[in-house]
């Protein structure tokens, strides 16, 4: 009889999309590649920083070394998405105790996921405007790499990234707080 309902049309479809979560790991997979992509990036930069570290002036260095942390940024990016999106979405990695194991990767979960990732793209953009402010100084001059509303567009985004931000912590907020309500509720 057990058998039966092991085969029946309901539990078949609950293990097919139980199952479907291992299709994200060719995602994952490909994520891993870029960022074997981003290591290569930043070698290439680094070794371009040193053949011409005496040419450059201090404004060229900072700019070359503001690539470089963008590069790592992003690359920290990458490696939040992977292992707390596998671990979160697809299985678990099962590194109790290991030496290495991320500190954030005990307590990852969607919402914990959600907010690093708005910080790190914050973080990535505050690189990019910054990079911007620098070579501001060269607006309305004939090798300027930016115009007047391109740095205030920047600007915008920027803000309209840290307001974000802020709008999935305090929805986060909200629901733990909701949460919470309820668990003391269903005590009593």
């Not at 997979?29 to 070698?43: D, K, P």
């Not at 979405?89 to 030496?99: E, I, K, Y």
């Not at 090798?143 to 974000?164: C, D, P, R």
């Amino acid at each position: 009889m057990a058998s039966e309902l092991d085969r029946s049309p309901p539990r078949i479809l609950a293990a097919l999309i139980f199952g479907s979560r291992w299709l994200q790991v060719p995602l994952y997979l490909g994520l891993i590649i870029a960022q074997c992509v981003y290591v290569f990036l930043f070698m290439k930069e680094l070794v371009h920083l040193l053949t011409h570290a005496t040419d450059f002036g201090e404004q060229q260095i900072m700019l070359i070394v503001l690539g470089l942390i963008d590069v790592v940024m992003i690359s920290n990016l990458l490696v939040m998405v992977i292992v707390g999106g596998y671990e979160t979405f697809v299985s678990r990695l099962r590194l109790q105790n290991h030496p290495d194991q991320p500190e954030w990767l005990s307590h990852v979960n969607a919402s914990v996921l959600k907010i690093k990732l708005a910080m790190a793209i914050i973080g990535i953009s505050s690189i990019h405007l910054l990079k911007t402010f620098i070579e501001a100084g060269n607006l309305g001059t004939e090798g300027a790499k930016f115009t007047e509303a391109g740095v205030m567009w920047q600007t915008i985004i920027h803000v309209t990234f840290i307001l974000s931000a802020m709008g999935i912590a305090y929805v986060d907020y909200i629901g733990q707080g909701h949460a919470a309500k309820n668990g003391k509720a269903a005590e009593h």
